[in-house]
């Protein structure tokens, strides 16, 4: 017999492990995952600038390399920093796998069990899971349409020793929402003041389909209490598995010291072949590919709700991003409702709250879908919810 597990682990299945599952069941129609657009990955582009690195670099581009990352392309995320509204300089940066290492990085480094973080209502799943392992105690702060509320943050912040808000500022995952830039200056004053960290997890920045970009809650910061999560996974590819963070040189080197026993540094082909990427490519021409594809997509999705689902459902409008929030009649259960659908799956929200777990929610995805399948699958959507309500009353 091996011995007991570590109380740390979830013995159950983890839900971002459920969330994988349903994104790839065969004949199923996937609103589940936070999936691109398989067909936008800039395929030819990628394979091309992988061959020349790897065929006009020395053997030391298979060697071990710095902690924090390929020198030359946290230089070129350092000079984009100017349009989120702050300076940086390529020592604040650490190269990541995906934001996701980001986020359980800084857990690792901020948190001992039993600590208190502050967390959006609903939240990003996978966050949830980087926090668990420290056994913390979360703080709700409910979603407004121009972000958390921060009444309710404050009030938590004062009677509360909070060590960590984390915040999803662009187009919430999974409500679509954007941040004021008002709720973005004060957030970063609250920091301040009460001594928290935010975690800026902004994946989701350069995806805006309508309006005017904000500044980064990091473009407000004064005290280093804010530190800003990157990534390319959704506008190069998830399989690249290469994000980045951005803090002070002070927390860049303890988590330096950290990341040491985790994984030492990222891949270094890898993080060579983005250079050479970008180096070669235009990149905000890529993403303003996305964006008109992803734009229709998500205008396709809103007409075909507002004509499928019943009328005391209500949805979330984003303006980029991922997801639509949908809120379903009280008394009907998402779960029992991902069963009943034919044809399409979704995300059903209990999961994505630190606390509570309210069961009519759901979070649809449209960026990794076609149009003839959002189409499909919210008439399929629309037709479950309707029959689950004439049952809910049924006598």
């Given amino acids: 017999m091996i011995p007991t597990f570590s109380h740390r682990i979830n013995q159950d299945s983890s839900s971002l492990d459920e969330l994988f599952k349903l994104s790839a069941q065969a004949n199923k129609i996937s609103f589940a995952g936070g999936y691109p657009d398989p067909n936008l990955f800039p395929k030819d582009e990628l394979k091309r600038a992988f061959e020349k690195r790897i065929n006009d670099e020395s053997n030391d581009l298979f060697q071990y390399r710095t902690v924090t990352g390929y020198e030359p392309l946290r230089q070129k995320i350092a000079s984009s920093t100017k349009k989120m509204g702050f300076d940086c300089s390529s020592e604040e940066i650490m190269l990541t796998q995906g934001a996701q290492q980001g986020i359980k990085l800084l857990s690792s480094l901020f948190l001992d069990d039993h600590d208190g973080i502050a967390v959006e209502a609903p939240t990003y799943v996978g966050a949830l899971e980087a926090f668990n392992e420290h056994l913390p105690k979360y703080y709700e702060i409910p979603m407004e349409k121009d972000g958390m509320d921060l009444e309710t943050l404050e009030n938590t912040l004062q009677h ?4 960590i808000i984390y915040t999803i500022p662009n187009f919430q995952n999974p409500t679509g929402y954007c941040m004021s830039t008002i709720k973005r200056k004060r957030l970063a004053a609250l920091a301040a003041k009460y001594q928290a960290v935010v975690i800026e997890d902004d994946p989701y920045r350069e995806l805006r389909y309508e309006g005017s970009a904000l500044p ?8 280093g209490n804010v530190i800003t999560l990157g990534s390319f996974s959704k506008i190069l590819s998830p399989a690249l598995r290469c994000g980045w963070l951005i803090a002070s040189p002070e927390i860049v080197k303890q988590l330096s010291s950290l990341r040491l026993s985790y994984d030492c540094q990222s891949s270094n ?5 983005i250079d050479q990427y970008l180096g070669e490519n235009s990149i905000e021409k890529h993403i303003d590919h996305l964006r008109r594809a992803y734009r229709l997509k998500m205008q396709t999705m809103l ?10 459902c209500s949805f979330s409008h984003p303006q980029g991003g991922f997801f639509i929030w949908v809120t379903l009649p009280q008394g009907c259960d998402a779960a029992i409702l991902l069963k009943q659908t034919n044809i399409v799956t979704f995300l059903e929200g209990s999961s994505l709250f630190a606390n509570s777990s309210p069961k009519n929610y759901i979070r649809l995805n449209f960026t990794g879908v076609s149009l003839s399948e959002i189409k499909k699958g919210c008439a399929d959507l629309g037709e479950a919810i309707k029959y689950s309500l ?6």
């Avoid at 509360?160 to 060590?163: A, D, L, R």
């Avoid at 980064?216 to 005290?223: C, E, G, V």
């Avoid at 007409?303 to 005391?312: G, M, Q, R, S, V």
């Avoid at 004439?390 to 006598?395: P, R």
């Fill in 390 to 395: 004439v049952n809910q009353f049924a006598i």
């Fill in 269 to 273: 082909v890898l993080l060579e072949s």
């Fill in 160 to 163: 509360n020793k909070i060590k």
């Fill in 303 to 312: 007409t075909c709700l507002e004509d499928e689902l019943p009328t005391d």
């Fill in 216 to 223: 980064a809650i990091k473009s407000f910061d004064r005290t």
